[in-house]
């Protein structure tokens, strides 16, 4: 590959597996796209089953797999797998799909989600608790870590070499304040957050690079006149917080994240990153 080529398309012959692409509204389709933008090939995840419960409803996953595949690039390829990550055995039998479609991953984003059926404090069961942390923060953790048992253990030499493997987690703003009737949600991304640390530098032996995203109020249809799961006060509250003007976009995120993976975030390593259009300024 020539110079000007490389330079348009960094992410050429690399292969990334993003989890939670099942809307066209969704950030994991915004990633997904941006990726194959890049030169990526792509494996994603979906569960339609989660969406068709939440107030906005599930969308066809051929049309949302059409949306990807018109954003590939020549020689890259496209997989995916609708499969529930709160089963134990699924993260191993993700990666395993994922692996055998492409040969090798170099890229994972753990950006799916349980949200819905969540409270305060004063509403907490253990049932609760466990859907949102087996989904947003077990799911994660094993994806990663069969993610990670494809690079050869106390390997990567820092002098010669630039880490190889890129790996994000997607965090939510429950660091910069209250996130009242979400408690197990929030729990289980405050996980994240407080773990990435220890996970990034365990991974550095193998030459991944682990980051953790806060997207901030990025408009999947949750902040949407109708239909929508919370108030017009609330929505309009977080609006007029937003010192730009608007909520974000999925293509926000997904700019990060595609930086993130490529070799101009090399030395990127460990972070939470909130990427929020100044929402926690305010």
Not at 61 to 75: C, E, K, P, Q, W
Not at 150 to 158: K, L, N, V, Y
């Amino acid at each position: 590959m020539n110079a000007s080529a490389a330079s348009s398309l960094p992410l050429a012959g690399r292969t990334a597996l993003v989890t939670g692409v099942s809307r066209h509204r969704g950030i994991g389709l915004g990633v997904s796209r941006r990726l194959a933008e890049l030169g990526a090939s792509v494996f994603v995840q979906h569960y339609s089953p989660h969406d068709a419960d939440q107030p906005w409803g599930a969308d066809d996953i051929d049309s949302v797999r059409a949306a990807i595949r018109s954003a590939l690039t020549s020689g890259a390829d496209f997989g995916d797998w609708g499969l529930d990550l709160a089963e134990p055995t699924a993260p191993r039998r993700l990666i395993d799909a994922a692996v055998d479609a492409f040969g090798h991953l170099d890229i994972l984003i753990c950006n799916h989600a349980r949200s819905g059926g969540d409270g305060s404090i004063f509403e907490m069961t253990a049932e609760t608790l466990d859907t949102h942390w087996s989904v947003n923060a077990r799911s994660t953790l094993l994806l990663t870590r069969y993610f990670a048992e494809q690079f050869a253990p106390d390997s990567f030499a820092p002098i010669d070499e630039l880490a190889t493997g890129r790996v994000i987690w997607m965090t939510s703003g429950q660091h910069e304040g209250p996130m009242p009737g979400e408690v197990a949600y929030a729990t289980s991304k405050a996980a994240l957050a407080g773990i990435t640390p220890t996970v990034a530098a365990e991974l550095l032996t193998r030459g991944i690079l682990l980051n953790t995203v806060n997207p901030g109020p990025v408009n999947t249809g949750y902040l949407d006149d109708e239909p929508t799961d919370r108030s017009a006060e609330i929505k309009e509250g977080v609006k007029n917080s937003m010192p730009l003007g608007r909520f974000g976009l999925p293509s926000d995120p997904a700019r990060l994240i595609a930086w993130l993976v490529s070799e101009e975030g090399r030395w990127m390593v460990g972070q939470v990153l909130t990427s929020d259009g100044g929402f926690s300024l305010s």
